[in-house]
């Protein structure tokens, strides 16, 4: 993968491991972030908020996305693997050299035989990814409860923008309806994110607002509406700042360019 693609704050169900192959890579993690360079790991957990920055054009990761439905076979003899992958920490910048290679070495297999796509590959893959967990589970370094409190903070925060950004919400509201502390989520948010909470849903609404510049005929008023602006005023000018340029040449210059 493209080191140089980005991606906003976000969190899916599946467990995601990138190693850094070459370049590197900013991304942006419960501490605030990491830099994702040649030989180096990152595990981030099921439902863990995390985004890729843009970084070098020549940057390459790889990246392995699996569910862990798996690890909660009631057959397993430990209950606690099926958690394990939010439990520990998952830069490899805090586990010792031995850990580090015997990880790239199962991501590797599990590489191989996807690639290669032999019989009972996918088999082969499963029992790769037991193995990471028991490795992880009896060898990696756990963080604190705190870091586990926060990120469910922000990723509850996360969702609630999803599922809301086109309407007119705030810090306020977001803060009364998930029963938090204004003044800590805003705090929280800020650190884990980089950006305010007003700055993050204006950053979701530009990039509905771009995808319908681009691939729709619809009216740029309309497009304000449908990305959640409570103006089109307000849309017009963040758009510009943004873009250094208003909407409707955005989407003139966007269709040219694909000519």
Not at 137 to 153: I, S, V, Y
Not at 221 to 227: D, I, M, N, Q
């Amino acid at each position: 993968m493209n080191g140089s693609a980005a991606f906003q704050y976000h969190w899916h169900e599946a467990v995601e491991i990138l190693l850094g192959l070459k370049g590197e890579t900013a991304v942006g993690i419960r501490n605030g972030g990491v830099t994702l360079g040649p030989g180096k790991i990152l595990i981030i957990g099921s439902g863990e908020s995390h985004s890729i920055l843009p970084g070098d054009m020549e940057a390459e990761r790889l990246a392995i996305h699996f569910s862990t439905a798996f690890l909660h076979d009631e057959r397993l003899s430990d209950p606690e693997l099926s958690g394990v992958f939010s439990r520990i920490e998952g830069f490899s910048d805090s586990w010792g050299a031995e850990d580090v290679k015997s990880i790239w070495g199962y991501v590797g297999n599990i590489w191989r035989e996807y690639v290669e796509k032999q019989s009972g590959w996918r088999e082969i893959c499963l029992a790769a990814l037991l193995d990471i967990a028991l490795y992880a589970h009896r060898n990696l370094p756990k963080h604190n409860k705190m870091a586990n409190r926060e990120t469910g903070m922000l990723r509850e925060a996360l969702a609630y923008l999803s599922a809301h950004y086109l309407e007119d919400i705030s810090l306020d509201s977001c803060a009364d309806t998930l029963r938090f502390n204004r003044t800590y989520l805003s705090h929280q948010f800020k650190k884990e994110t980089g950006v305010s909470f007003h700055s993050y849903v204006i950053n979701m609404r530009l990039k509905r607002a771009e995808k319908l510049l681009k691939s729709t005929d619809m009216p740029v008023a309309a497009v304000s509406r449908e990305s959640g602006f409570q103006s089109e005023k307000s849309f017009y000018r963040v758009f510009k700042e943004r873009h250094g340029m208003p909407p409707g040449m955005f989407r003139r210059k966007a269709r040219m360019d694909k000519k």
